[in-house]
């Protein structure tokens, strides 16, 4: 084949792989999921902290880097050409590596062919089938959409032993550098790809005693003459700048590791095998090397069962593509003593084993890397298809091509009609909260926004307003507690209300009467998910307390009055008691309220029958949260007892600390009035 020919054919290979990793990708998978938004996080402050450059990240239980550097890179191209940074940019990340790997793959395939010169079994189609295989293989386009690091762990692995072999037949030392850098990349790329830089050492080995090209039998002191002098060559000296080069790049993590090896190893301490949970060993070696060996299997259910990772339950491969992977394993194995299969083989193994001493077994991610050794064998085993060429049939091996087609049709349908189609992937990329954060950060900077009942500790909101110049939302959860301010504002406020927040809607139009719904927006089921309401500027606020108490706490809190429901109040029930508090000046300390219902006994002394105590919103707006001007309504739920005897009874609130500080500072607290229980 020439070389005229063989570039088109690369072309048009490349460009599947591109088309099937950044189709629809704005909008495939949906949403932008936790652990990408916290590599997203990581990666804006690398790009806008000249002072941050980390070579571990310590929180989400520990992740290399190199993944959330490749996103920074991203996020000020998508910056300079006026895009912003988001699930987008880093998905177009994962797609970029997703098709390098594809490239990668042709030139190791190249490299293994020339390899075993003396006896090729594999023809000049080797190289194109194996990119070919992993440009429509599933298993590879899932994740080269999803922007976090297992993407990085085929083309870390395919790149190290594409160089590592080039600079073996070439002598050039370039080559062996770059393989070292890959080598060491692996550590930075992601736990799973650890393995990679030991894979390389018996690599090494295969090429050091593989037999001469002109005698494959030679005696013992011939060889033992041959593999001394291939140390003493250029080759031997390429060999020991790829391991120098890697331990010099690996020096700065491996430095971070002797200073916090338990931060290193936090993650993989928590998917070891033999985990328990509940006194339960939940895996154990031999089931999860079974889960591993079913997930080549074309029948049955033996895939990786998370929507997120995986079709739930599809095997790695679809029956088309696995065809030629059994094919291909099978020569492989035959012919194992050459070092070309031999590589093969001892890499999908080794690329498998994160996922059999893992927890989540058979978990798509973790074993990714396997990608890449998968796809040559399916090479192999399509190329010996094409060299099939019997004289009865002299067109059979056009097969071959029949059967890559038909597999990369079916990973396309599988992907972006089957998969694509899942209900469960809103949920499982937090694809309401990602709309959310939009929602947030579309809004002015200047109006005060208050958010129920999420708050803002996940990843996909902190994203959202760490990337956007908008001061975060006042959240809070109104099914207990709603803030607003006291005074006339002449300014407009927003309350953003998720659906699962039945209270606030009910409560807002009698608040604000003049609050109109700017919003409502439905989730793929035609369900309600968040309604924007509107306080308009000068709005005054309506719905005052029950019973009027004006009474000053301290700390800047003041109680303007309760209110008690139901009317009727029976032993039993519950007694709801909303506490219109008036934050005079900001509160300096988390405060927690207590609500009691007591009676006197026949001596005089006071004896409590019932109560709740809690920080207010049920902790999710605290006291040192407050702020100045606001008015609060508190709800606390206080249960009574069932054999309550019927009568009045005293209302008692407060505040108090655990040190013993207390609100106000009498010995008792607050006494608001008496209420009437009937049976």
């Known amino acids: 084949m020439s070389r005229t020919t063989r570039w088109p054919i690369l072309i048009v290979i490349i460009l599947i792989a591109i088309t099937m990793r950044f189709w629809r990708i704005n909008s495939l998978p949906p949403g932008f999921y936790y652990a990408e938004a916290y590599e997203g996080m990581e990666a804006w402050r690398i790009l806008t902290d000249p002072g941050y450059h980390p070579v571990f990240l310590p929180r989400n239980n520990g992740v290399p880097p190199l993944n959330a550097y490749a996103n920074a890179v991203m996020f000020g191209l998508f910056r300079l050409f006026g895009g912003e940074a988001g699930p987008v940019a880093m998905r177009v990340t ?16 190249c490299e293994l062919r020339q390899l075993d010169r003396a006896k090729a079994s594999l023809s000049i189609g080797f190289p194109f089938f194996a990119a070919a295989v992993l440009a429509v293989m599933r298993w590879h386009i899932h994740f080269s959409r999803i922007g976090i690091e297992p993407i990085l762990t085929p083309v870390i692995w395919v790149s190290a032993n594409w160089l590592l ?24 790329a992601y736990q799973a790809a650890w393995v990679i830089p030991f894979l390389a050492i018996p690599v090494a080995m295969l090429l050091l005693f593989q037999p001469s090209e002109n005698n494959e039998r030679t005696s013992a002191k011939d060889h033992l003459r041959s593999l001394r002098a291939r140390f003493c060559t250029r080759r031997g000296a390429g060999l020991a700048i790829t391991a120098v080069v890697a331990l010099l790049v690996f020096a700065p993590f491996g430095w971070f590791f002797w200073q916090h090896p338990d931060v290193v190893l936090l993650r993989s301490t928590q998917v070891r095998i033999g985990s328990n949970s509940g006194g339960v060993t939940q895996d154990s070696l031999w ?9 080549y299997s074309p029948l049955g259910n033996a895939g990786d069962r998370d929507v997120r ?52 077994a058979p978990n798509f991610h973790r074993i990714l890397g396997a990608t890449a050794p998968t796809a040559l064998l399916c090479a192999i085993g399509l190329d010996r298809l094409w060299q099939w060429r019997p004289p009865y049939a002299t067109q059979v091996h056009w097969i071959s091509l029949l059967v890559l087609v038909l597999g990369g049709a079916t990973s396309a349908q599988e992907y972006f009609v089957r998969w694509a189609s899942l209900p469960d992937l809103v949920h499982k990329f937090d694809t309401e909260l990602w709309e959310i954060s939009k929602q947030v950060t579309a809004q002015p900077s200047d ?36 803030p607003l301010t006291a005074q006339v504002s002449p300014r407009p406020e927003l309350y953003l209300v998720l659906e699962d927040d039945f209270r606030t809607p009910l409560l807002l139009p009698e608040i604000f009467p003049t609050a109109t719904l700017q919003r409502e927006a439905r989730d793929h089921e035609g369900k309600v998910a968040n309604r924007l309401y509107l306080r ?34 029976q032993a039993g029930k519950i007694l709801y008691l909303q506490l219109h508090w008036l934050v005079k000046t900001t509160p300096t300390r988390d405060w927690t309220v207590f609500t009691h219902v007591f009676t006197k006994d026949a001596t005089g002394n006071q004896r409590l029958v019932a109560g709740h105590d809690s920080r207010p919103g049920d902790g999710s707006l605290p006291t040192n949260r407050w702020q100045i001007g606001w008015r609060i309504l508190d709800e606390y739920q206080i249960q009574l007892p069932a054999d309550l005897a019927a009568g009045e009874y005293d209302l008692e609130i407060g505040l108090y600390q655990t040190s013993g500080q207390r609100l106000p500072s009498n010995a008792t607290g607050l006494r608001l009035g008496k209420v009437k229980i009937e049976r």
């Open 94 to 109: 994962a797609a970029c590596f997703g098709v390098l790997a594809v490239l990668a793959l042709y030139g190791l395939a």
């Open 287 to 295: 089931g999860n090397l079974e889960k591993i060996v079913k997930i």
């Open 536 to 569: 308009p500027p000068n709005a005054v606020s309506q719905r005052p307390p029950q019973h009027p108490l004006s009474a000053t706490l301290g700390d800047g809190i003041a109680l303007l009055g309760y209110d008690v429901q139901p009317a009727k109040l």
């Open 165 to 188: 072999l080039r600079g073996w037949r070439t002598g050039q030392w370039i080559s062996f550098v770059g393989s070292g850098v890959m080598l060491a990349a692996a550590i930075y």
């Open 447 to 482: 109006t005060p926004l208050y958010l129920t009942p999420r708050a803002i500790t996940h990843p996909t909101l902190m994203f959202a307003l760490e990337t956007h110049d908008r001061p975060a939302p006042i959240v809070f959860d109104g099914r207990s507690i709603f």
């Open 309 to 360: 990772r995986n079709l739930p339950g599809a095997p790695a491969l679809n029956g088309w593509l696995a065809i030629p992977f059994y094919i291909g394993l099978g020569l492989a194995v035959w012919q194992v003593r050459r070092p070309n299969y031999a590589i093969i083989l001892m890499s999908l193994v080794g690329l498998l084993l994160p996922g059999v001493f893992t927890t989540d």
